[in-house]
Structures are given as structure tokens and as C-alpha cells.
């Protein structure tokens, strides 16, 4: 598995916050899109809209598999709070840095955009210092690329 997070994901994703079109509360277990709707979603929008809902990409997996989106941000309408914070402890539990600091950034977007997290929520913490060590692991991984 070489999961990447996908940056056009995220860019759809923060603009989705910056437009209202987001849910601050709820439980993900409960807001989670079926697998009936993920067909159909998929079999309505394609592929690529498909994968602007995931955080990350799987680049080993088939394109056209569902396999290949990784850390689904909403329910394609709107993006789930909920979601983003399954997606950071799922990321933090695979070690999958540059995910979770991109699932922080996009929590802290929305808690910005709604006037702060919802009363006892999980409220990642150090967003900085993630995004900073995400990016010094990506340099070290790419300086041997570049030396070769």
C-alpha cells in the first residue's frame, strides 16, 4: 500500500468549508455514506468526483477500484467534522503523517469557519508542528529521488 494524500481532495475540501457546506456535530457512524450510495455516487459522478471526497489515494490500487480512496471526508454533499477526526486517528494509527496533518488542517479550517469545536471534541492537537514533520518526512523521502 503507498497511500498519498490527494491534493485536490483537499483543496475541494477546503473550499466546500469556506462555502458552508459542512456538518460540525454528529457521529461519522452514523452520517457514513452506505456502500449502495457509494455506487451510486460513483455510477452518477465518475471516478474523479469520487475521489475528491477522499483525503488520500492508495497509488497501488487500481484507479477504477474503490480500494485505490483512502479516508472518505463526507457524505458527497457535505464535509463531516466527524469524518476528518476518523480520518486523523486512522492516519495516526498507520503512521500515514502527511494524511493527518492534512485532516488537521482541514478540522481547524472548519472549527475557524463554525466559531470554534464543538463542545467535547476531539481537537488535534500541535497542527504546525504535524504539517512540519509531514513535510521533512516528504523531503527526505523525495531527496534520494532527486540524488539518483
Do not use: C
Not at 475541494?12 to 452514523?30: C, K
Not at 450510495?37 to 475521489?51: M, P
Not at 478540522?107 to 504546525?128: F, K, S
Amino acid at each position: 500500500m503507498a497511500v498519498q494524500v490527494n491534493d485536490t481532495s483537499i483543496d475541494f475540501l477546503s473550499a466546500r468549508i469556506t462555502e458552508g457546506d459542512y456538518v460540525h456535530e454528529g457521529t461519522w457512524q452514523d452520517d457514513r455514506p452506505s456502500n449502495d450510495a457509494e455506487i451510486s455516487f460513483i455510477e452518477e459522478h465518475g471516478w474523479n468526483e469520487f475521489a475528491k471526497w477522499h483525503l488520500a489515494l492508495d497509488t497501488q490500487a487500481n484507479q477504477f477500484s474503490k480500494r485505490r480512496y483512502e479516508h472518505l471526508a463526507g457524505d458527497f454533499e457535505k464535509v463531516h467534522r466527524s469524518a476528518l477526526v476518523t480520518a486523523y486517528a486512522r492516519a495516526e494509527r498507520l503512521g500515514f503523517s502527511q494524511v493527518k496533518a492534512a485532516a488537521t488542517r482541514l478540522i481547524r479550517e472548519m472549527d475557524e469557519a463554525a466559531g470554534g469545536p464543538p463542545e467535547d471534541a476531539l481537537v488535534p492537537q500541535d497542527a504546525e508542528e504535524e504539517t512540519k514533520e509531514a513535510q521533512q518526512e516528504e523531503d527526505a523521502t523525495e531527496a534520494p529521488k532527486a540524488a539518483e
